[in-house]
């Protein structure tokens, strides 16, 4: 089955640790994204990519690194330098230009200790 | 700068037909998108608007009106299932053509 997959669903870090969230997709779309989600609000944009070996920052990418070196493959770097990373996190491919579809990965929530 | 506003809450009857609104600032007006997200999962694609006018998908329908800057979505014959944020998006030139999310509104339906 064609899908996103991204993993773990929880992450717990403590402070001043880098962690990576790993987000996977096999549907063969160009456009890959990456968002944040705090409680009771809209999606933040933190990243994206259009095409392989190039990405953009978004909205509030301070705190956050990303990599394309696969189309199938966007992991997202929460950096020690994330002030306030406790959210949950949420992975998006689309077939790119002007489709306006995305899918979604099932989230990871991460929470800082 | 380009903003989003939609009801943060809406209460609805089982069976009944319930709007949710949506306005928009922004330049270079693309599309307006809607989704569907249930408590701690993903949000899913609901509809596109690009033109001015209604889409419907069976049970829901999206309208588009360019010079109010406005749309809805619009669920009809509401189930328990269709208890959920919605969340309206705009693309647009300032955004990159990226997609901008509105705060979501969670609908509330009673048997």
């Known amino acids: 089955d064609g899908g996103i997959t991204q993993s773990p669903k929880y992450l717990f870090r403590k402070e001043g640790q880098n962690v990576t969230l790993s987000c996977e997709q096999n549907?063969?779309?160009?456009?890959m994204y990456w968002y944040r989600q705090d409680p009771g609000q809209g999606l933040r944009l933190i990243y994206y990519?259009?095409?392989?070996?190039?990405?953009q920052k978004g909205d509030i990418a301070e705190g956050y690194s990303v990599s394309r070196e696969k189309k199938e493959s966007f992991p997202l770097t929460v950096t020690s330098a994330q002030k306030n990373p406790t959210a949950f996190y949420l992975c998006?491919?689309?077939?790119?230009?002007?489709?306006?579809?995305?899918?979604f990965g099932q989230g990871t929530r991460l929470t800082v200790v | 700068g380009q903003s989003l506003e939609q009801p943060s809450e809406v209460t609805a009857v089982e069976g009944a037909i319930v709007q949710i609104n949506c306005t928009y600032q922004?330049?270079?007006?693309?599309?307006l998108s809607w989704y569907q997200q249930h408590d701690g999962g993903a949000p899913t694609f609901l509809s596109y608007?690009?033109l001015d006018g209604l889409e419907e998908t069976g049970r829901f329908s999206s309208f588009l009106s360019r010079s109010d800057s406005y749309g809805y979505l619009l669920l009809q014959e509401l189930q328990m299932k269709d208890s959920a944020s919605y969340f309206c998006?705009?693309?647009?030139?300032?955004?990159?053509?990226?997609?901008?999310w509105g705060a979501g509104t969670k609908l509330i339906i009673k048997p």
């Open positions: 608007n690009a």
């Open positions: 922004t330049s270079g007006f693309y599309g």
């Open positions: 990519s259009q095409i392989v070996n190039d990405f």
């Open positions: 998006a705009v693309r647009s030139m300032d955004s990159n053509y990226q997609l901008i």
């Open positions: 549907l063969n779309h160009d456009a």
């Open positions: 998006a491919s689309s077939i790119g230009g002007a489709n306006t579809e995305a899918f």
